[in-house]
T-cell receptor, first 111, second 115 residues
Framework: GESVGLHLPTLSVQEGDNSIINCAYS??????FIWYKQESGKGPQFIID?????DKRQGQRVTVLLNKTVKHLSLQIAATQPGDSAVYFC??????????FGKGTMLLVSP | DTEVTQTPKHLVMGMTNKKSLKCEQH?????MYWYKQKAKKPPELMFV???????INESVPSRFSPECPNSSLLNLHLHALQPEDSALYLC??????????????FGSGTRLTVV
């Protein structure tokens, strides 16, 4: 969902569950998308990226899906662990443009 | 060295103070960035330095003054700030200004509180 005011969308899961975090983007010209993880007191950390000529890319325990028709990006985390608890941001840049972040989602993983 | 180092980690300043935030990287990156991040919000771009020259200023108020003394250092000089300027200030670098997001390295930020 959309964040309003001071409230971040929050996803609460149990350890071992699979997590899905969603992101909508607005720029049809964007050709490159990234997911970042930001832990408390730290800067954003790169997780995985995907180019617009792909619809799926897999990493270690993470998968990014891109649906260009509806301008939607998702991050799937398999077997979520307490260490995955953080705020997750999608971001995009196109050509030589700078990085633009989308709204974040807080992931809370309980043991 | 694959890090971006920011100092100080925390800063409390009065509205009449002058202070500076510092950022350093030794990866040979030629683009450096300042982002501002309010609580529960995404980082927002403030400034971009490309080959030590200011290339982008996102209409940032003049009470924020960036400086790039050399290719490894980036400063943000602060003067006459307002309480609403309280935020996490993030520095980032990339190999060049056209880098994709996977080429950005972020520092841990300076948590600024203006009183």
């Amino acid at each position: 969902g959309e964040s309003v005011g001071l409230h971040l969308p929050t996803l609460s899961v149990q350890e071992g569950d699979n997590s899905i975090i969603n992101c909508a983007y607005s720029n049809s010209a964007s050709d490159y998308f990234i997911w970042y993880k930001q832990e408390s007191g730290k800067g954003p950390q790169f997780i995985i990226d995907i180019r617009s000529n792909m619809d799926k890319r897999q990493g270690q325990r993470v998968t990014v899906l891109l649906n260009k028709t509806v301008k939607h990006l998702s991050l799937q985390i398999a077997a979520t662990q307490p260490g995955d608890s953080a705020v997750y941001f999608c971001a995009e840049n196109s050509g030589y443009s700078t990085l633009t972040f989308g709204k974040g989602t807080m992931l809370l993983v309980s043991p | 060295d694959t890090e971006v180092t920011q100092t100080p980690k925390h800063l409390v300043m009065g509205m009449t103070n002058k202070k500076s935030l510092k950022c350093e990287q030794h990866m040979g990156h030629r683009a450096m960035y300042w982002y501002k991040q309010k609580a529960k919000k995404p980082p927002e771009l403030m400034f971009v330095y490309s080959y030590e020259k200011l290339s982008i200023n996102e209409s940032v108020p003049s009470r924020f003054s960036p400086e790039c003394p050399n290719s490894s250092l980036l400063n943000l000089h602060l003067h006459a700030l307002q309480p609403e300027d309280s935020a996490l200030y993030l520095c980032a670098s990339s190999q060049d200004p056209g880098a994709r997001g996977n080429g950005y390295t972020f520092g841990s930020g300076t948590r600024l509180t203006v009183v």
